[in-house]
């Protein structure tokens, strides 16, 4: 595609229930990245795929988050019995995984938990 | 553990003024650092500096890294409107995965007319 496609947009969800997001990177981008961004804050690291292996997942808060990428292109991220201070913008991001820092990123889903 | 700090925080200023972004940093054997400009919501890159590539440059926007002060700068000369962003810094430590950023927590530019 022709940028990083993330759906929903906006997610509101009562606290205890659980969420999946969802990422379409770019086509061919070997490398796929999660952040997780709140209010006035910069972006934090949360997991990161080399094709479908998750390499790194050190940033995940919790093991409430669950990421997956299974076939190596679109991924989802679950949020099992979200709580308030998941409340916040989640990022994706995909590289051609050559090595090259340039991440692009999709417009993000806004999570709200209620 | 690295830490990425950003200042000012906010900044306003009007059309045709320039401004200076300041970015300081703290991480164990340094990669890379990026600046992304953010709208609404998706960052978009601007510039990577390395050890090799200190000084950056594009159109009225240019950034230059001091590995000595562990710090880098984004000049951004004649604004506009259209600059009214958070503008971002981040750093990326050797050992770990490409990608894997440290960001700042910004600097809400807003341009007036």
């Known amino acids: 595609g022709a940028g990083v496609s993330q759906s929903p947009r906006y997610k509101v969800a009562k606290r205890g229930q659980d969420v999946a997001l969802r990422c379409d990177p770019i086509?061919?981008?070997?490398?796929l990245f999660w952040y997780q961004q709140a209010l006035g804050q910069g972006p934090e690291f949360l997991t990161y795929?080399?094709?479908?292996?998750?390499?790194?997942k050190s940033g995940l808060p919790s093991d409430r988050f669950f990421a997956e990428r299974p076939e190596g292109s679109v991924s989802t991220l679950k949020i099992q019995r979200t709580q308030q201070e998941d409340s916040a913008v989640y990022l994706c991001?995909?590289?051609?995984?050559?090595?090259?820092?340039?991440?692009?990123f999709g417009s993000g889903t806004q999570l709200s938990v209620l | 553990e690295d830490k990425v700090v950003q200042s000012p925080l906010s900044l306003v200023v009007h059309e045709g003024d320039t401004v200076t972004l300041n970015c300081s940093y703290e991480?164990?054997?340094?990669?890379?650092l990026l600046w992304y400009k953010q709208e609404k919501k998706a960052p978009t890159f601007l510039f990577m500096l390395?050890?090799?590539?200190i000084e950056k440059k594009s159109g009225r926007l240019s950034s230059i890294l001091d590995k000595k002060e562990l710090s880098s700068i984004l000049n951004i000369t004649a604004t506009q409107t259209g600059d009214s962003a958070i503008y971002l810094c981040?750093?990326?430590?050797?050992?770990?995965?490409?990608?894997?950023?440290?960001f700042g927590q910004g600097t809400i530019l807003t341009v007036h007319p």
């Open positions: 991001a995909s590289s051609r995984g050559t090595g090259d820092e340039k991440l692009f």
């Open positions: 086509s061919g981008h070997v490398s």
């Open positions: 795929f080399q094709n479908e292996a998750q390499l790194d």
């Open positions: 991480v164990t054997n340094f990669r890379s």
């Open positions: 390395t050890s090799s590539g």
């Open positions: 981040a750093v990326e430590a050797g050992g770990t995965s490409y990608g894997k950023l440290t």
